[in-house]
């Protein structure tokens, strides 16, 4: 199973908005509606974000919000803030009932 | 509040085992799956396998079968990963993993236990 593909790196401005792709296939993100994304800060565990492509577990800022079309999920943070800069990973379910990461994003606040 | 207590840091000869615990607490303990999830050093994330602590089923990546096995202790509310034949491309953090069955997101997540394969 080969990991998802997203960008190695994103960055914006306080207060803008930024995308992060995450490209699956029709066995995994494209599939099924389990595509998650956690925020992981250097030498932290991953923190759950989104869950089932848009839903916001309780206690995550409204600032981040998730979608997907066909194979491909998304995350946007907008109004970016200092503490929004961290590395940011997509999951999906797969159809042999595996689990695959992303690649892996790393968000800069200039 | 739930809770994922991994146990403390590691480090092996190529060629060894490693086992590894994480100890869950604020929950019904077999209402929940637990995945192992590791990371090399300055890599991204990479899924191992899961474990039902209702019953001990398991399943694994197929990049760890026949090395890694999951298992459970229902007396202490733990699960254990063993891996095996250690290669120095083992060195990771292991995380492990919460899903109440069927979600398929992972939330919480242990600490992590760095897993250091030196000779």
């Known amino acids: 199973q080969s990991a998802l593909t997203q960008p190695a790196s994103v960055s914006g401005s306080p207060g803008q908005s930024i995308t992060i792709s995450c490209t699956g296939t029709?066995?995994?993100?494209?599939?099924?509606?389990?595509v998650s994304w956690y925020q992981q800060h250097p030498g932290k565990a991953p923190k759950l974000m989104i869950y089932?492509?848009?839903n916001r577990p309780s206690g995550v800022s409204n600032r981040f919000s998730g979608s997907k079309s066909g194979n491909t999920a998304s995350l946007t943070i907008s109004g970016l803030q200092a503490e929004d800069e961290a590395d940011y990973y997509c999951?999906?379910?797969?159809?042999?009932?595996?689990?695959?990461f992303g690649t892996g994003t790393k968000v800069t606040v200039l | 509040q739930v809770q994922l207590v991994q146990s403390g840091a590691e480090v092996k000869k190529p060629g060894a085992s490693v086992k590894v615990s994480c100890k869950a607490s604020?929950?019904?303990?077999?209402?929940?799956?637990i995945h192992w999830v590791r990371q090399a050093p300055g890599q991204g994330l990479e899924w191992m396998g899961i474990?039902?602590?209702?019953?001990?089923?398991?399943s694994y990546a197929q990049n760890f079968q026949g090395r890694v096995t999951m298992t459970r202790d229902t007396s202490t509310n733990t699960v254990y990963m063993e891996l095996s034949s250690l290669k120095s491309e083992d060195t990771a953090v292991y995380y492990c993993?919460?899903?109440?069955?069927?979600?398929?997101?992972?939330?919480?997540w242990g600490q992590g236990i760095l897993v250091t394969v030196s000779s």
């Open positions: 999951s999906s379910r797969t159809s042999s009932g595996s689990y695959v």
């Open positions: 029709s066995s995994d993100v494209g599939g099924y509606n389990y």
């Open positions: 604020g929950y019904t303990f077999t209402s929940y799956y």
């Open positions: 089932e492509v848009s």
């Open positions: 993993a919460r899903e109440k069955h069927g979600d398929c997101w992972f939330d919480p």
């Open positions: 474990i039902n602590p209702n019953g001990g089923s398991t």
